[in-house]
């Protein structure tokens, strides 16, 4: 069977989770990317085509003119429509593609769950540098289709939403931005898994962010269960938006007992979270969220180990210049923690500073069965090492 995986840049979650499992179904991949070389260094025995990706039409052509596909997909933000469309073009599972666009385009999310009446927000989207006399403060300003809270900035006037609207636009031209009321309340997330038939709640994280106005996330907690009520008020929007099918990672804020959707990423949490996420929960995640494009339904229930506790932390770049310090990737195990921490920066690499997880020096990854353990062992492990940026 031959799985089509859409894909711009090689990542942690293809490489240490859907290749690995993909291997481990028997399944020829085929990986259509517009960066092939990039992806041949990183995966040179996996068969590697150059395509336009970003348009559907160049992606279903590729595929018609190669071998039939038992399978297409993808877990970037930026191709969730477009494998969905070149799934449905060819009969095979996959998400509705419409969902994937209500998802990605952060005002159609606002229209489409306003209409149904299960959470209204005042947005707008601009494609100047101007301050509508309707807007509310604060507000967050942040790129219609963006990911990773990349140019995400909480304003507090018209001047700011000016300043802070018109850099954004010289960095992007043609982008079209979201202003939208601020949501106050703790931010999480909620991970679920559906075939279309099921869907399961593998649990969610608390996320903890840098400072204001941006909004790096600095710091995840697992949770194993949110309260029923607000997992109830999530799904009831992730279901007017039309997302039931396959992996999908949601933002929200609760605020006196009030889960409202931040954004919907129609994909596998990122950021190392799933390779986490597949090792806390002891389940085979990748190949159940690989199964269900495959047209395989999921089981009633995944056996998904519910005693476990976890943290990621990010050690952040706080400001510009040369890495000239930094520990290793290293794998250990303290009083009864697993701890695993890879680096996403080398020793000598210069770098701006982005705010946004652009600015990771590395992830460290934690998981036990006791929650202030796991929270001591990274504390530890973080005092003990040192990073070092030089102008």
Request: hydrophobic fraction near 40%; charged fraction near 25%; include cysteine.
């Amino acid at each position: 069977m031959r799985l089509y995986l859409l894909a711009l840049n090689p990542t942690d979650s293809v490489t240490e989770g859907f290749l690995p499992a993909a291997a481990r179904l028997g399944l020829d991949v085929t990986i259509l990317t517009d960066q092939p070389d990039s992806h041949r260094r990183a995966y040179p025995d996996i068969e590697i085509l150059e395509c336009d990706v970003r348009d559907f039409r160049a992606v279903i052509t590729r595929v018609s003119t190669h071998h039939r596909p038992d399978a297409v997909f993808t877990n970037s933000d930026h191709l969730q429509t477009q494998a969905a469309l070149a799934a449905a073009y060819f009969g095979l599972p996959g998400k509705d593609w419409r969902a994937t666009l209500r998802s990605k385009d952060k005002a159609e999310m606002r229209r489409r769950l306003a209409a149904a009446g299960v959470d209204t927000v005042r947005s707008t989207e601009l494609t100047e540098p101007v301050a509508p006399g309707d807007t509310p403060y604060p507000c967050v300003v942040k790129p219609r289709e963006g990911v990773a809270s990349e140019d995400v900035v909480l304003v507090h006037g018209p001047e700011e939403l000016v300043t802070h609207s018109k850099a954004i636009l010289e960095r992007r031209p043609g982008t079209v931005l979201v202003v939208e009321e601020y949501l106050p309340g703790d931010l999480f997330t909620l991970e679920t898994l559906g075939d279309g038939r099921v869907r399961h709640v593998l649990g969610g994280f608390h996320t903890e962010l840098s400072p204001p106005p941006y909004f790096i996330e600095e710091r995840l907690t697992f949770v194993p269960a949110h309260p029923e009520p607000v997992v109830a008020q999530v799904l009831e929007q992730l279901d007017a938006l039309g997302v039931g099918f396959g992996v999908c990672h949601t933002e929200f804020v609760v605020h006196e007992g009030r889960a409202r959707i931040i954004e919907v990423n129609y994909r596998a949490i990122g950021d190392q979270c799933d390779l986490l996420l597949a090792r806390l929960l002891e389940i085979p995640l990748f190949e159940h969220i690989l199964r269900t494009h495959l047209g395989e339904p999921l089981p009633a229930d995944l056996g998904a180990r519910r005693d476990g506790a976890a943290r990621l932390e990010y050690p952040c770049a706080d400001r510009e210049g040369t890495l000239v310090a930094a520990p290793e990737a290293t794998e250990l195990d303290v009083d009864g923690v697993h701890l695993t921490y890879r680096p996403l920066r080398s020793a000598g690499e210069r770098h701006e500073l982005y705010r946004t997880n652009r600015d990771y020096l590395g992830v460290l990854r934690a998981t036990g069965t006791d929650q202030p353990a796991v929270d001591r062992v990274v504390a530890g492990f973080l005092a003990e090492r040192r990073w070092e940026i030089q102008p």
